[in-house]
């Protein structure tokens, strides 16, 4: 479930029923339909989690967010450096191709192959992280941002001990992992697929 809480005066007061895990998305700009109008920060919330979160919300880049508790403790004190400075330069890269979106000097062709770069290496991050940490929930949160149609995808899966299989993510992993075995048993039945 989505909860959704306007930024007013740089501060904002939100209720979270226990009943469930949310996703919370903290909207900064009054319309999402514009480009650039609206920033928000988006993180999971499990049943009786006490969070603390805070940074720097800019309608155009990085969101510098901190977030303690949880998992998020583990989060923010393990994944770091490469992931949130890979993060980072996504966005640094995401705003220059705004800028040279229209330029026909190959300015715009040159920052779309840097993020596919920056991109790849985010996904090598998160994959590293998994496999060296089967063990943490931050792993499965990695694993619900890779997508499921990724070949590896189950492979990764199986590396997760069966305390984080069964931890706070596996409705979310369940619902990937169908979508996987769906997609592997699509490539296995397909005539043309090499790899048979």
Do not use: C
Request: without cysteine; negative net charge.
């Amino acid at each position: 479930m989505v909860k959704y809480a306007q930024l007013s005066d740089g501060k904002t007061h939100i209720d979270i029923p226990q009943d469930r895990a949310y996703v919370v998305v903290i909207l900064v700009g009054d319309d999402i339909t514009k480009v650039n109008s609206t920033k928000y920060i988006e993180f999971y919330y499990f049943p009786e989690d006490k969070l603390e979160v805070y940074g720097d919300l800019v309608t155009d880049g990085y969101n510098d967010m901190v977030i303690k508790g949880g998992f998020y403790d583990e989060f923010f004190a393990k994944a770091l450096p490469t992931y949130f400075e890979l993060d980072k330069r996504y966005w640094e890269l995401l705003k220059a191709s705004r800028a040279n979106s229209q330029s026909a000097d190959g300015g715009a062709v040159d920052i779309a192959f840097r993020m596919r770069s920056n991109n790849e290496k985010i996904n090598i991050a998160k994959k590293f992280y998994i496999l060296n940490n089967p063990t943490s929930e931050v792993s499965a949160m990695f694993m619900i941002h890779i997508t499921p149609v990724a070949p590896e995808f189950l492979t990764l899966y199986s590396h997760l001990d069966d305390s984080v299989k069964n931890g706070k993510f596996k409705e979310l992993l369940s619902i990937y992992v169908q979508i996987a075995e769906q997609m592997e048993a699509t490539r296995n039945n397909n005539p043309n697929n090499n790899n048979k």
